[in-house]
């Protein structure tokens, strides 16, 4: 794979990326990959079809997007999945894309289920990474099997703590499941604050079809907030990670506590961002199938083409997503969080 430097595309002073609504589009995820070496259960099925790998964007075309994206006015990129660390070249891409960072991308990140990340964070780190998510449903070694399906926590416990020694600074990402790790969040709360990290609950989203029906474990952040309010000091802060996120100071640490609550806050009014698949697909909303095809843009028209199609992705970026996570409502999309990136 040619991962030779190729020239930063200089900022335009045009183009900036504003959709349809007038929000500004800032931020870019990219999913490297649809596939993953766990299988939690509230995001994939147990048996999973994954795209061929003819099917993929190259390294280069992944970059050369990017940058395109960077050119006209993206300042963060997370680089997600599937799990991002499973594709080969995923370190590849992420020295290439943090060559831009301080050149017009002000943060390189990435989201990362840790199994791998004992391996690759001073790499990461070396690339321009500065903070990373990782996601950790459970701390207890039965439940996150269970939750993954197969996974080893002493792993991601491990990368945690390699990343950390690396410099990386870590926020854990945890999918609030009711009659799972609902009854643990304070406890995970208690330990990112000793820690020195950020703890982000999420509720579950209804992307892709799982075993069973999510509504059975969906808690609302809105109740898990009352009971940590009773445990812990929490103040409102007013830190904008320019995501969904709410954020609160944990009183006698330098925790933040994020709450992303799509089912019980809706927070598509300041969306910022756009999702790139491994395909090559852009998904303008999580919850809708409106996409354009920039594998086709890139290899057909090049550059030019890629303009084109991002410029017709912005106009059409719905207003909201219409998710349901009442009994019986199904998936809002097909595409598991896997396929369009987390
Ligand atoms: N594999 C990596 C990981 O787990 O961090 C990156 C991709 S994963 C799709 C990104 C984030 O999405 C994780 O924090 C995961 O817990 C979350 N996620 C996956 N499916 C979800 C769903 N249906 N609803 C809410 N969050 C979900
Ligand atoms: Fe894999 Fe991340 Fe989905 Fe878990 S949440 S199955 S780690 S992509």
Redesign the pocket.
Known sequence: MDVAPAPIPRPLTDGRLVDGQGRAIRYLRI?VTDR?D?R?R???AEEMTFLPRSALLALEEIALIAERFVARGVTKIRL?????LVRRDAMDLARRLGRMVGAGLDELTL????TRLADHAQALADAGVQRI???L?SRDPELFRFVTRHGDVAQVLNGIEAARAAGLRVKI???ALKGLNDAEIPAMLDWAAQEDMDL?L???????R?EGD?ADRFVPLTTVLDALRQRFDLAPDRHDSGGPARYWRVGGSGTRLGL?S?LTGNFCATCNRVRLTTEGKLYSCLGHDDHVDLRAAIRDGGLAAVDEAIDAALGAKPARHEFDVTRGAGPAVAR???V???
């Open positions: 999913s993953c766990l939690c509230y995001c994939m997600t999945g599937g799990e991002p989201t990362t289920n840790g998510n990782v996601s449903d990402n945890m999918v982000t999420i509720e579950t989203m209804p992307l892709g799982i999510r992303i799509p598991h969080m896997s369009t990136g987390g």
